[in-house]
């Protein structure tokens, strides 16, 4: 639980920062979150006879999960906003498991792939936005979608990806977990939902107040130097990867359609983010 950042010890993940950007990606999308997931994946074997397991992972995750969207809508900070989405994506994967403990592995596979490929996209760009502006503040950002268009593209499709929308490996990810609670058989069920439904507002709000703030409003402060084609493209890379996973997820299970009334859930999600955006925007 504390190396996946789980409450009650989630706080340590935004306070770690200091490092390059590169290292965060790698730290926080990749590589150090996700041993303690991978530790819950390997002893699973030995605890889900517990009648304690299943809802100790389902109460942590969806708790946490909640939490680090909130907090990400509260933050300024370009590293802080992706920090706490990284909260709420990881307690969303370990609620998944408690979910879904008995479901195909690839599902858990396409669930830790999502999160790595976006979220080392937004990082990667996050890096060059601050390289080439010293600014971490998305208030004193803007208009850098001339400045970065190849690395904005990228940012914008990872950003939709965590926003859950369709063609991306996020909307995927999301309808597994709707069409999970909804089969549960427990009347806890509708507070999950809420729950799920919050983080889907919240982080869907955060998704288009970056995309907005950083390349799209205002330009605030100049550019110190324009960076190469190639680092614009390395984030590229894993855009165009989470497309191609996003329109083909039956490489992870053959049977897998999407064409569920889940949808509606996420459209109603969708519709909260715009409301919970324009109402920070006018504050």
């Known amino acids: 639980a ?81 920090a706490y989405s990284t909260i709420a994506q990881l307690g ?76 991306t490996t996020g909307f995927i990810a999301k309808e597994l977990m709707v069409e999970q609670v909804l089969n549960m058989t427990s009347n806890f069920k509708w507070l999950l939902l809420l729950v799920l439904s919050l983080k889907s507002i919240f982080l869907f709000a955060c998704a288009l107040r970056l995309i907005i703030s950083i390349f799209f409003s205002k330009q605030k402060v100049a550019t110190l130097y324009s960076p190469k084609i190639l680092y614009q493209m390395i984030p590229g890379l894993l855009a165009i990867t989470l497309l191609f996973f996003g329109f083909r997820p039956g490489l992870f299970n053959t049977h897998f359609i999407i064409s569920r009334p889940e949808t509606f859930i996420s459209i109603f999600a969708w519709c909260g983010g715009f409301f919970v955006y324009n109402y920070l925007n006018k504050r």
């Open 92 to 167: 969303f994967i370990i609620g998944y498991f408690g979910l879904a403990y008995n479901q195909p592995f690839c599902f858990d596979n396409f669930q830790v792939l999502n999160h790595v490929l976006y979220k080392g996209c937004l990082f990667m760009v996050a890096g060059i936005v601050i390289g080439i502006t010293k600014q971490n503040d998305i208030r004193n950002l803007g208009g850098l979608i001339s400045k970065i268009p190849l690395a904005a593209v990228a940012f914008i499709v990872a950003a939709a990806s965590m926003a859950g929308l369709p063609g």
């Open 2 to 82: 504390g190396k996946s950042a789980q409450f009650p010890f989630h706080f340590w993940l935004p306070k770690a920062m200091a490092a390059p950007t590169p290292v965060s990606t790698y730290l926080h999308s990749a590589a150090m979150v996700k041993l303690g997931i991978f530790l819950i994946i390997r002893v699973e074997p030995l605890l889900k006879a517990s009648p304690l397991w299943e809802p100790l992972l389902i109460g942590t995750g969806f708790c946490t999960m909640l939490l680090g969207a909130f907090f990400a809508l509260g933050s300024h900070k370009i590293k802080a906003i992706l």
